[in-house]
DNA sequence: TCTTGACTCTCAAGTCACTTGAGGGTGCAT
DNA sequence: ATGCACCCTCAAGTGACTTGAGAGTCAAGA
């Protein structure tokens, strides 16, 4: 028998290892002294303390290793177990991997700009939305302002109240300076008419943007005409960290303003991971 | 201005990890309703709720982009938490690949057996020690055990405590059922004499065993003619997780009885992951 | 026999980044 | 006036322990 210092030094187990043990009942000492509560262990018990260190170094929970010590499970509950277990190291280790590409990214931006990058570049799901929307092409990215103005006038005179940010979506595959194919785009609820017709005679209509599981996005603040470096940004993000873009750009105008630096705008590309 | 919800909403992070950010002082709202309590978000805050998701992302802790935020470090301080995150992130990935494949090594043993397996592998540290030993070429590994024997008696004769369990160490670089190169160890405290002889005139020299940083081993019940299976199960266990042997086996004999059945040996191997 | 120091006990609180729940107040539309 | 959805604070829970306080126990040396 062996009190609980000693036992610890056998085994290598902290000694408050040992107790939490046995206040779980994963391992009970052998003996325990009914007048002094000292703990005694025994070398029998060696085998079951291995068996809980093993489990442990796989990865399972005290509570899952007290089960299979325990409560025991058929062969193929077992198995079934350890394949779970497999997957969720197959999932972590991706993952963790996925972020050591973003450390390395991050620090390869840092040593060239000698400080903290200007964007920071956040992963998100884009929800779905119900929008009334204008698909046209415009001569130059300037025009699509002027188009949001005309649209916004149209759809406050409607009285239809508008739910979320506006945003535009960009259809071109790539970046085009003229003949800008794009989609201006105003969230509004289920009641809101089925279309719209503008004063030009176009027409706003009804659809639903679809969402996307995973979007790169990032936000600038300040003039449009600056958003360019936040478009780079991004880019060499997506570049660097082994993304591929699987959908249109869209830019959400969070905050506009007559100051346009102080406006707000978030640049979202859908992603997913290349493979 | 936001309520806690919309702002929620608008950026998907939940308002319970909002108000916990606010109380560790990482994101204050805007305004505070001085009577209500209630909290309103500006957008001009959407920056910096960006800047904290995206470090989030990389692995770093609260506290650490709060400093990051906050204590404008120099560039080259910036530089090391990052290159420290990098450093602890690649440790990790190592560490969880290693752990994977040990999950996977276990579901084959299930497999194979279809139970769990008998013997469980622990990877721990050898601490070094102080001993009094003698080193023989025995014919078989049954001579081991009546050398055994003959040094505790003279050792036990001599009133020299034997101060953790009694160990031997097999010197031959593959496994040899004849001849065996083996050393019989017995720690010991300091004040132990430097030598011993026995009666057949050899010698029980005092020495240090090495410490090794990490050893594969298992725990064995039962009779020494059928540690056989643990060797081999250490083995595979050793072959399929890319580690390889860097030091003679341990055998360590933490019961002995009269009854065999009741004895409890650990083996022990020296290892190093390939690489 | 007494003292000393190493050891043991229990119980509470801390770790991290939140989440969950209780109990109660607020704001807006019907 | 009454819902209802929202907001507040505060406490407790998560996992696998560790740390610390305060008190009791054990074995050896003086």
Redo the contacts with the bound molecule.
Sequence with gaps: MF????FSRLTQV????L??YDELGLLKPAQI?R?????YYSLDQLPRLNRILAL?DLGL???QIAQLLDDNLTPEQIRGMFRLKQAELQQQVRAEQARLLRVETHLKQIEAENQMPAYEVVLKALPGQRVLALRQVVPTTNHVGLLHNEVERAICDARIPIIAPVLSIYHDEDFKAVDVDVEIVYPVAAEAPAALELADGSQLVKREIPPFALAATTIHRGAYQQLGPGYTAIGQWIEANGYQIIGAVREVYLKVSSNETEAITEIQFPVAKVE
Aim: glycine residues 10%; aromatic residues 16%.
């Design positions: 009190k609980i210092g000693d902290p000694v408050s290892a107790r939490y002294d007048f002094t509560g000292y703990r442990k929970s005290l509570e």
